[in-house]
């Protein structure tokens, strides 16, 4: 299986900073295929970025993805309070579909 | 709007089984493969199996491989998972995801239900 690491959390931030969250992986991720979700305590998660880079839908600009291989990134600019959340990074390449530990972000 | 809501969550004895439930709504359900995901307590989400849209289901993952069946009703717009021989290590919210088509390779969950919880206990 591949194993994915995020950065050690929680991060206490300030509104305005900008964070960037990483993620490695324990073998190379084929074709980028990771996605970045974000997890409020008792709201469904929500996909932020798929294919390493590619935001979802109705996600805004300040939510960036980068990487390759086995690591990737991201970012997130101008931190607002409602950016509060535990952030996980997912592997989509090579079955059986894994999760990283999450990173808790604070403003 | 996409939603997913799951039920059939609750306190189980070990040794019985489970039964989970996700209606969904808002989208062309056939069209789509689902999957499980849960999240034990203080543990990170792990990914259960998944389903293709016409029904087609993925080997289950080795935590639950021999226990678990992932099934759904298209008519009904629901999918359905069954683990069996529940043990402690089975307490865990459920989630069920749908994913970004109709096939379960290479799978991104683009959306998500509020979770279940099942809490394993004697």
């Known amino acids: 299986d591949i194993v994915l690491t995020q950065s050690a959390g929680p991060l206490s931030l300030s509104a305005g900073d900008t964070v960037s969250l990483s993620c490695r992986a324990s073998?190379?991720?084929?074709?980028?295929?990771l996605a970045w979700y974000q997890h409020k305590p008792g709201q469904a998660p929500r996909l932020l970025i798929y294919n390493a880079y590619r935001r979802a839908s109705g996600i805004a600009d300040k939510f960036s993805g980068s990487g390759s291989g086995t690591d990737f990134t991201l970012t997130i600019s101008g931190l607002e309070p409602e950016d509060s959340a535990v952030y996980y990074c997912?592997?989509?390449?090579?079955?059986?579909?894994?999760f990283g530990q999450g990173t808790k972000v604070e403003i | 709007d996409v939603q997913l809501s799951e039920s059939g969550g609750g306190l189980m004895q070990p040794g019985e089984s489970l039964r989970l439930s996700c209606a969904a709504s808002?989208?062309?359900?056939?069209?789509?493969?689902m999957s499980w995901v849960r999240q034990a307590p203080g543990k990170e989400m792990e990914w259960l199996a998944s389903?293709?849209?016409?029904?087609?289901?993925?080997p289950e993952a080795d935590p639950v491989k021999g226990r678990l069946t992932i099934s759904r009703d298209n008519a009904r717009k629901t999918l359905y998972l069954q683990l069996n021989d529940l043990i402690v290590e089975d307490t865990a919210v459920y989630y069920c995801?749908?994913?970004?088509?109709?096939?379960?390779?290479?799978?991104?969950?683009?959306?998500w239900g509020q979770g279940t919880l099942v809490t394993v206990s004697s």
């Open positions: 995801a749908r994913g970004d088509n109709d096939w379960y390779s290479n799978m991104y969950f683009v959306d």
């Open positions: 808002g989208f062309s359900f056939s069209s789509y493969a």
């Open positions: 073998r190379t991720v084929g074709s980028n295929w």
């Open positions: 389903v293709s849209g016409g029904g087609s289901v993925t």
């Open positions: 997912q592997q989509y390449s090579r079955s059986p579909w894994t």
